[in-house]
């Protein structure tokens, strides 16, 4: 039964590396239908706060079961425990904290809405089964330069990320309208620092655990912000004709 799962959870993992490239070709040719360009898609759409609450649950679910499990002690060594921590305390974040402090957000179409909770239900499941039960660490590798210099990198995406959000929720005063040029942070570098957080966050926790199927996880995640952050940008000069000129997209300094 376990070799079975396995099978499918290495399944899954080409999967998921196949689809980052399919959904980088998609977002690129079609556009991202949220936010600030949610409009422009029609049909039906989810309010904001409960699109990002639902969308992102089943990512803060299937870690939570796999600790509340009789079986937990399966979770395997100190490493594993710890791996599987920093993706739920990511997806808490996201599923609890971050649709409360929601300033009047766009609402989501429902075919992004549905495509989100697919992924982070499919995701999720991926990363917390082949960490709890499957992945093998010694004791000590926690103390291992690998996974040191991806914790560093995870936590400081993630507190990049969040920081970043917080200018964006900040940029309008109460009764105002319209946008705004971001300014602050890593902002005064690149158009996209939320999402240049959340790539380094997750590529830090793939050298973490040095798997295949955080490799993944953290290559869709490029694909898929990789074209946001194009499209900011471009949206931000359009936009504004005094936004700064030596500002990059996505990664100070270089791109």
Known sequence: ????ELRLLDALTYVEGLMAFVAFAALTLLGSPYGRYSSHYPGRQVPARPAWFLQELPSMAWPLFEYARPAAARLGSL????LLAMFLIHYVQRTLVFPLLIRGGKPTPMLSFAAAVLFCTYNGYLQ???LSQFAVYAEDWVA??????????WLTGMVINIHSDHILRNLRKPGEVGYKIPRGGLFEYVSAANYFGEIMEWCGFALASR??????FALFTFSALFTRAKQHHQWYHEKFEDY???RKMLIPFVL
């Open 211 to 216: 798997s295949l199927q955080a490799g993944v």
């Open 128 to 130: 917390s089964r082949y």
């Open 244 to 246: 700064p000129k030596s």
């Open 144 to 153: 291992h330069p690998c996974f040191l210099t991806g914790f560093a990198l």
């Open 1 to 4: 039964m376990d070799l079975d």
């Open 79 to 82: 490493p594993n425990r710890v």
